[in-house]
């Protein structure tokens, strides 16, 4: 089955500078990777996906980057501010559409 | 449309007691997930769904653990007995099915304490 391996477990930025989380895949015939940031006490809420046809995608200051070949992709955050503060989890999907999440990156943005 | 909706929010119940945790999908969505969060172990995918019937539930840790979807408006997730280390957050998602993978919306969860 799918595993996904997220880094880093934990990032520190400065409010206005840019956060990049990697994750890898294992199964090529995966073919839907999504990102959900999770605030303490809630839900997971999707935030950006992006489909094994595409190699990037932008939302604002969200951006992912999907590479096949070499099975990762990214999530790029520019100008942080302190309210990215979360957990932000990568997923892959496999056949049949079941959802194999990373470990989660805890981002902190301090102002 | 109300999104998935989860009940209980929050449960405390004794070590040995029965805990039934019931989800709601969105209405027309025709995949049904059942996570546990934990800090130690992350998100795990427990059991899904297709169409009301159960597809992989190679993630259920054990025999106390079943889960059920009646029709396509209800699952439910039993834990008996309860133990302390089943302690943790539980999620219910649900999608539709898609070529390239559609969204996959949670509940607010279930959490889970046992004593």
């Known amino acids: 089955g799918e595993n996904v391996e997220q880094h880093p477990s934990t990032l520190s930025v400065q409010e206005g500078d840019s956060a990049v989380i990697k994750c890898t895949y294992s199964?090529?015939?995966?073919?839907?990777f999504p990102w959900y940031k999770q605030e303490l006490g809630k839900r997971p809420q999707l935030i950006i996906d992006?489909?094994?046809?595409?190699g990037e995608k932008k939302d604002q200051r969200i951006a992912v980057t999907l590479n096949k070949t070499a099975k990762h992709f990214s999530l790029h955050i520019t100008e942080t501010q302190p309210e990215d503060s979360a957990v932000y989890f990568c997923?892959?999907?496999?056949?049949?559409?079941?959802?194999?999440f990373g470990a989660g990156t805890i981002l902190r943005v301090k102002s | 449309d109300a999104g998935v909706i989860q009940s209980p929010r929050h449960e405390v119940t004794e070590m040995g007691q029965e805990v039934t945790l019931r989800c709601k999908p969105i209405?027309?969505?025709?995949?049904l997930f059942w996570y546990r969060q934990t800090m130690m172990r992350g998100l795990e995918l427990l059991i899904y769904?297709?169409?009301?019937?159960?597809?992989?539930d190679s993630g259920m840790p054990e025999d106390r653990f079943s889960a059920k979807m009646p029709n396509a408006s209800f699952s439910t997730l039993k834990i008996q007995p309860s133990e302390p280390r089943d302690s943790a957050v539980y999620f219910c998602?649900?999608?539709?099915?898609?070529?390239?993978?559609?969204?996959?919306?949670f509940g607010e969860g279930s959490w889970l304490t046992v004593v």
């Open positions: 998602a649900s999608t539709s099915l898609g070529q390239f993978g559609n969204t996959i919306y």
């Open positions: 997923a892959a999907m496999e056949y049949g559409n079941k959802l194999v």
């Open positions: 992006i489909r094994s046809n595409v």
């Open positions: 199964d090529s015939a995966s073919n839907y």
């Open positions: 769904f297709n169409n009301n019937v159960p597809i992989d």
């Open positions: 209405s027309g969505h025709d995949y």
